[in-house]
């Protein structure tokens, strides 16, 4: 028997980062020592959003869902002893990203590589940030800009790496349909590319380097034959779109190169045991095409739904896509699909919708239009109900959440305390020393004399990077580089969404809705309200907002006025809103970890006030321990993902503001 040629295997990342610049490198260490083949670096939030570890805003934040980053002396540690030079590292950043690749480049040459070899890619895709994730910092014009002048620099400075990762993840996260997330990324990798070469900086002859360097980073969920096709859909429209509109002929540089985590939306809480199998099914999504096959790929942990994935957690992930690529025989074939009738209908059905609403995007003037319209935000709220209410019907059926929900005991959650990783309280008080030290340590005048030259640079229209890179090497903090451009830039607060959101369930008589929204209308009447007031909170910088816009909307359907304001968001900000809008309840939401600091601080600020007796309701990943403590620190429910009926939650709303307010229960059926 002859040996079969063997394609290359895709890179095998596991995205990880948490605590300090010293525990992640270790964790790399230890990965890339078990045979991973490219790093994925997750920042924290205050990191990822331009504010230092001491900031009122990174409160409860630091080191939690990612490794903290706030100056080259932490980007130092983080790559201690790993060769940049002979490494392939993604960095998922954004709004920051001109600031984490400045870093990373100047530590790479501290190390003796040159730039020029650097390989990686930084995600930089601002405008997913404004529909889905939350960490965007400026406006969409000065953002596009940032990315504008990654992408010219590297092509002429950094040419193998990657300065954008059009992000369409997040959007499947946020609801997005298969042709909403083909749409919405190639709309968006258009406004980039449109911008780029409107800049004058890229020579035409030297447009197709640029082509060639843009990515994807996508989602590939359980519906895993829908998912395949949905990548050949992709591949097929970014060929059309390079070769028509941009006149790009080489077909490698056309080539649809993307990267992928599998979906972490549809990992559950009830019976984590079931989420490796969906891992895998998720995973065959995008390696079985071959034509259509990752270039890199990183997996979730079966316990994601749960908490912060421990090392074993993460090894299992990365040993799956080793088993598929190393035992199994998949690399040995040519592409399995070519020929099917019936995935070429799937994605001709794909290419077609997507490219209906690509044009309705052209229309309203492109993508970032879309953004600042609320077009695409109102769209994603409202698939995403759609898709939470036909889990509550039933229509969707998610084994061990709405059917088969009988099981034995888990083995492994029979101790929840050690199923997953804890970040250490301390830490955060840690990392703030060490900042306050480097900023002691630092050339003073040098470290000023480069914010100074940023400002101006941002004034103006050079190139950011030269600036970036210059207070890099001048000790300059995140938080710093990060004013300096709001100083000139400004911020930016995103529509919400939810407005223009339709009512997903019905709420015909007799049904569920109807029987919450009398139960509503019965306890305002017996308040002396005209409605129930609810505000729905995002204290911290987490922007994962998905569950809070849903509640809203939901609320908002059974006759409730929903007070909501958005992400990031201080305890102070939060509680002075419920004061001025006098509501009869707060929900707050938080998927960072960050709950055991920011929800006692608003319960303690709602008694100084005198609005002790107002019931916090709180939404997010809590471990069972964590909630206890809530609970008995006076919030008056706790919600987890294994709660997936929100008309059942808005109806424990009601009856918690009934029990603070005194008045019998109420039950009202359909």
Request: hydrophobic fraction near 40%.
């Amino acid at each position: 028997m002859t040996d079969r040629h063997k394609d290359r295997p895709w890179l095998m990342r596991t995205y990880a980062g948490h605590s300090t610049a010293e525990a992640s490198n270790e964790l790399y260490r230890r990965n890339l020592a078990k045979g991973q083949t490219g790093l994925s670096v997750a920042f924290d939030l205050p990191t990822q959003t331009g504010y230092d570890p001491d900031h009122v805003l990174a409160r409860g934040e630091v080191g939690r869902v990612g490794v903290p980053v706030a100056h080259l002396g932490d980007m130092r540690r983080l790559f201690q002893d790993i060769p940049l030079e002979r490494t392939n590292t993604s960095m998922t950043i954004n709004a920051t990203a001109m600031w984490l690749l400045a870093l990373y480049q100047v530590v790479a040459e501290e190390q003796g590589a040159d730039p020029a070899g650097l390989q990686g890619t930084t995600q930089n895709d601002i405008v997913k940030e404004y529909l889905s994730r939350g960490t965007h910092v400026f406006p969409p014009a000065p953002s596009l800009r940032l990315t504008t002048d990654m992408i010219t620099y590297t092509v002429h400075h950094l040419p193998r790496w990657n300065p954008v990762n059009i992000c369409s993840y997040h959007l499947q996260e946020a609801g997005a349909t298969p042709v909403q997330e083909i749409a919405y990324a190639m709309s968006t990798a258009i406004a980039v590319l449109d911008a780029v070469f409107a800049s004058g900086r890229i020579a035409e002859e030297r447009r197709g380097d640029v082509v060639g360097r843009i990515s994807f980073f996508v989602n590939a969920g359980v519906r895993f034959v829908e998912e395949m096709c949905k990548m050949r859909a992709f591949s097929r429209i970014w060929d059309r779109i390079t070769r028509e509109r941009y006149g790009i002929e080489d077909a490698r540089q056309r080539r649809f190169r993307y990267g992928v985590q599998v979906n972490s939306l549809g990992l559950t809480e009830a019976q984590p045991e079931n989420n490796v199998q969906r891992i895998v099914l998720e995973m065959l999504a995008v390696t079985l095409s071959k034509d259509a096959r990752a270039r890199a790929v990183q997996l979730p942990a079966w316990n994601e739904a749960l908490g912060l994935p421990r090392p074993w957690d993460q090894q299992w992930s990365l040993r799956i896509q080793q088993v598929l690529a190393h035992e199994s025989d998949l690399l040995e074939y040519g592409d399995l699909f070519d020929g099917s009738h019936v995935v070429e209908a799937k994605v001709a059905e794909l290419v077609e919708g997507a490219l209906a609403e690509m044009d309705r995007i052209e229309e309203m003037g492109g993508a970032l239009a879309a953004v600042e319209s609320g077009y695409l935000k109102s769209r994603l709220v409202a698939a995403h109900a759609e898709r939470r209410a036909r889990i509550e019907s039933g229509e969707e059926r998610i084994v061990g959440v709405n059917c088969y929900e009988s099981t034995e005991p888990s083995p492994l959650t029979a101790d929840l305390g050690t199923a997953v990783m804890t970040v250490d309280p301390a830490n955060e008080a840690r990392v703030v020393a060490a900042l306050d030290a480097w900023r002691d340590t630092r050339d003073e005048t040098r470290a000023t004399d480069a914010l100074t030259a940023l400002k101006k640079a941002a004034a103006s229209t050079e190139n950011l990077m030269a600036a970036t890179l210059e207070c890099a090497r001048a000790g300059v903090t995140t938080g710093e580089w990060s004013w300096a451009l709001r100083d000139v830039f400004g911020e930016y607060r995103t529509p919400t969404g939810v407005g223009g959101a339709p009512l997903a369930v019905s709420a015909e008589p007799g049904s569920p809705l109807a029987a919450v929204r009398e139960k509503a209308a019965r306890t305002a009447e017996e308040l002396g309200a005209g409605r129930l007031r609810l505000l729905v909170g995002k204290p911290g910088l987490d922007g994962h907002s998905n569950g809070a816009e849903q509640i809203a909307v939901r609320a908002r359907d059974a006759g409730f006025e929903v007070v909501y304001q958005g992400i990031r968001l201080t305890p102070e900000q939060i509680v002075a809103a419920a004061l001025a809008e006098d509501v009869h309840c707060v929900g707050l939401s938080i998927l960072s970890g960050s709950h055991a600091a920011l929800v006692p601080d608003v319960l303690t600020r709602l008694r100084a006030a005198g609005a002790g007796e107002l019931p916090v309701i709180v939404g997010g990943i809590i471990p069972n321990a964590d909630a206890e403590a809530l609970r008995a620190a006076g919030v008056a429910a706790v919600f987890t993902p294994k709660d997936f009926g929100i008309t059942e939650i808005i109806g424990r709303i009601v009856d918690e503001i009934r029990q603070a307010n005194r008045l019998d229960p109420l039950e009202v059926r359909p």
